[in-house]
Every structure is written in C-alpha cells, then in structure tokens.
C-alpha cells in the first residue's frame, strides 16, 4: 500500500481492528516515525515510547471520531507525534533538574580498531551466510537481519509457528557450525 491509498475504506478497516491493516499503519508510519524521531530523541527507549503514544492516540482518535479526510492521515500522525513529543520534553525536562557541574561529554563513538573488527565481524558473517544452504540463509536473514513478521515467515516456508523454532535453530547450529569451522576451532 502507498500514502496515496489511505482512503475512507482503510480507515474504516483501521476503526473495526483489521489485522493486516494494523500491521500495515504500525509498519509504515513506524518508520517514517523513526526518521522524524531519530534526530530529536536520543534515548532509544523515549523513542520507542513516543511511537508507542503517538500509535495509541491516532488509534483512539480513528475509532472514536474517524477522520474526515483520510487522505490527511499521514498529517495526523505526524502532529499526535510532535505533541507527543513535547509532552514527553516537558515531562523528562521537569523530572530531572540539570546538575550544578555538566561533565566533559567524552565521545563514545567507535574508534577506528572497532570500526576495523566490525567491517571484519560483517564480511565473516557475509561469508558464512553464503555457506549455508539458501533455504538457512533466507530463513536467517529473514528473522535476525530483516525482523520480518514470524507469521510472514511461516507463509512464506509453509510451516507453522512450532516448526518455526525448529527450522530456526537447525539454521542457527549451522551457522555456529560454520562459525566455528571458518574460525579453525573443529
């Protein structure tokens, strides 16, 4: 689906509690959330609070007004967002008073051996991934790098959430497998 399909029937499947309608609103705007949250909250933990408040809000508002203009739908998200989060500055900026002294903040980004073990740790895993057959790597890819839906998955391997756990951890043993035989350990 596409912004420019937000129309009166995906509102109203949105209002009655659609599963794969949900699904679609919290995935699409989730991200575009974000972006915008990304830049202004640091803290992974009020971002994802944030978003949570901003999704329960625009929900209650959907079934409990509607909107008139579903094609605004995008705009009402993104204004419940920005109150949301300025409630959330008041309220953090009130509940913590600023210290007499402000430390030196000190840079805690990676330096340049970690930068170095980190694109080492990647290609090593890149090339493990290509070891294993495609179904482990699709599966692996899937769960771990995309965090796709678990009952997207069991769709698309045409198994249900049990033998989910299973096909998961037989991946996973040869991809440990693999791991330990690339790194001379066998």
């Known amino acids: 689906m596409d912004p420019a399909s937000f129309d009166q029937e995906y509102v109203q499947r949105l209002k009655e509690g659609h599963p794969e309608t949900q699904r679609h609103f919290t995935r699409y705007f989730g991200d575009l ?42 705009a009402l998200v993104n204004s419940v967002c920005t109150n949301v989060m300025l409630e959330t500055f008041r ?5 913590a008073p600023m210290p007499e002294s402000v430390p030196e903040i000190i840079d805690e980004g990676p330096d340049p051996e970690s930068a170095l073990v980190s694109t080492q740790r990647k290609s090593q ?53 693999e791991l330990t035989q690339e790194a001379g350990l066998a």
Not at 33 to 60: A, D, G, W, Y
Not at 91 to 95: H, K, L, M, T, V
Not at 162 to 170: D, F, I, S
């Open 91 to 95: 309220r953090e900026g009130r509940a």
């Open 33 to 74: 959330l974000n972006l915008k949250l990304r830049n202004r909250v640091r803290s992974p933990h009020l971002l994802e609070e944030i978003r949570q408040e901003t999704f329960l809000r625009v929900l209650l508002i959907v079934r409990r007004d509607g909107v008139e203009r579903p094609e605004r739908l995008g």
């Open 125 to 177: 895993v890149r090339k493990i991934l290509e070891a294993l057959p495609p179904k482990d790597r699709d599966l692996l890819r899937l769960v771990f790098l995309e965090e796709r839906d678990k009952d997207e998955i069991c769709r698309k391997f045409q198994v249900d959430r049990e033998y989910l756990r299973v096909l998961v951890h037989r991946a996973k043993s040869r991809f440990r497998a």
